[in-house]
Structures are given as C-alpha cells and as structure tokens.
Antibody, heavy 123, light 107 residues
Framework: QVQLQESGPGLVKPSQTLSLTCTVSGGSISSATYYWSWIRQPPGKGLEWIGYIYYTGNTRYHPSLKSRLTMSVDTSKNQFSLKLSSVTAADTAFYYC???????????????WGQGTLVIVSS | DIQMTQSPSSLSASVGDRVTITCRTSQTIDNYLNWYQQKPGKAPKLLIYAASDLQSGVPSRFSGSGSGTDFTLTISTLQPEDFATYFCQQTYSILYTFGQGTKLEIK
C-alpha cells in the first residue's frame, strides 16, 4: 500500500528557510486522482492544513502562509517538497505529509499520512 | 473562514462505555467532515470520511453521523486501544480546518 515518509532538518534557525521532502512509495505521485498535502501540528496543539500540490505543479496554500511558502513536486523521484521561509518560533511543529483525495460527494480525504517530523525553530 | 467547535475537549470513560463526540461548524458544510484518531507520538489516522463513511480497516464500533453544521462520532463499545485524541476536520472550504480535539482518557 502507499506509504509516505517526511525527511529534512529537525532544527532551523530563526529567519532561515525550513525545507522538507515527502517521499511516496507503493504508488505513483503522478496519479490523476490525488493531491499531496502538508499539515502541521505545534507540540501539544491542534492541526493546521498548510497547502497542497498536484503532480502537474498546481498548488494551493494556506493564505496566512502564502507569502513564505513554496511547494514543488519531483515526479521522477516520486517526491514533493515544502519550503517555508523567514521562520520563527511559531513555525515549530510536527510536519506531516498526506495523500489528499478530493471528491464532489465526499470532500477531501486525507489518507495515508506520513509519520511526521518535528521541526524546531531555534537559534 | 469556517470555525470548528468540538466538544467535549476531554472525556473520561471506561472500557465498554458508549462515547459520543460532537463537532459543530460555523456554517453548513454538507457532509464534508472527517474524523481522525491520534495517539501520542503518532500521525492522525483517518476513521470516518464524508461524515459517516467508515474508512477501510477501521473497526465497526466507530460510526459517524450528521450533515450541515452538526456532526457526531460515536464509539459504541470502548476498547483499551481507543484511548486517544480525536479530531474532526471540515473539507468544504479552503483552510480545511480541524477541531481543537477531544482527549479520551481512561476513567
């Protein structure tokens, strides 16, 4: 079955850029059925949708992050990535990637998820 | 933006109990509502999508209902492995917001 795995630095300095990659295995990222999303969760807090990317490169971002966020996809590697610039302590969170299946009858379904990776923003 | 109000924020129950968690949205979202279970140190796991559809592999003691603005997640007979935090999520409009979570603890 499809599995997702996040990777990237666990510690980022304030004002620098947070970069994460999600590797998809067991299925193709180029499937026309799916979008690929990022979701984050500050330790001990709730979940926040960050954005999604389609295999063609089309993206949609959370409005509050749009000015700092870039997502990309590499279909040859079956990976998609996130870059968040000018980070502050408020960006400290567990970052999850997830497969996103939109449907007009059921909305968007997020499954499966990666195991998540903790990114701490600190000097 | 659609606001999510999930209640209760915490709940103590015993194995074998029937438990209900509620999620209310600030505007109608049809049936575009997901429920997730999250255990400490793990990613959320999808339980219910489209308000009432059980995700493959999820035990039938979990059920969801509702439409419009009011939704419920019910666990019919609590098992030890069900003690976790539960989140609802609306996927009707961008931001795809989550409820603040319900922590289900052992009484």
């Amino acid at each position: 079955q499809v599995q997702l795995q996040e990777s990237g630095p666990g510690l980022v300095k304030p004002s620098q850029t947070l970069s994460l990659t999600c590797t998809v295995s067991g299925g193709s990222i180029s499937s026309a059925t799916y979008y690929w999303s990022w979701i984050r969760q500050p330790p001990g807090k709730g979940l926040e949708w960050i954005g999604y990317i389609y295999y063609t490169g089309n993206t949609r971002y959370h409005p509050s992050l749009k000015s700092r966020l870039t997502m990309s996809v590499d279909t040859s590697k079956n990976q998609f990535s996130l870059k968040l610039s000018s980070v502050t302590a408020a960006d400290t969170a567990f970052y999850y990637c997830a497969r996103d299946s939109p449907s007009p009858t059921r909305g968007r379904v997020y499954d499966p998820w990666g195991q998540g990776t903790l990114v701490i923003v600190s000097s | 933006d659609i606001q999510m109000t999930q209640s209760p924020s915490s709940l103590s129950a015993s194995v074998g109990d029937r438990v209900t968690i509620t999620c209310r949205t600030s505007q109608t979202i049809d049936n575009y509502l997901n429920w997730y279970q999250q255990k400490p140190g793990k990613a959320p796991k999808l339980l219910i999508y489209a308000a009432s559809d059980l995700q493959s592999g999820v035990p039938s003691r979990f059920s969801g209902s509702g439409s419009g603005t009011d939704f419920t997640l019910t666990i019919s007979t609590l098992q030890p492995e069900d003690f976790a935090t539960y989140f609802c999520q609306q996927t009707y409009s961008i931001l795809y917001t989550f409820g603040q979570g319900t922590k289900l603890e052992i009484k």
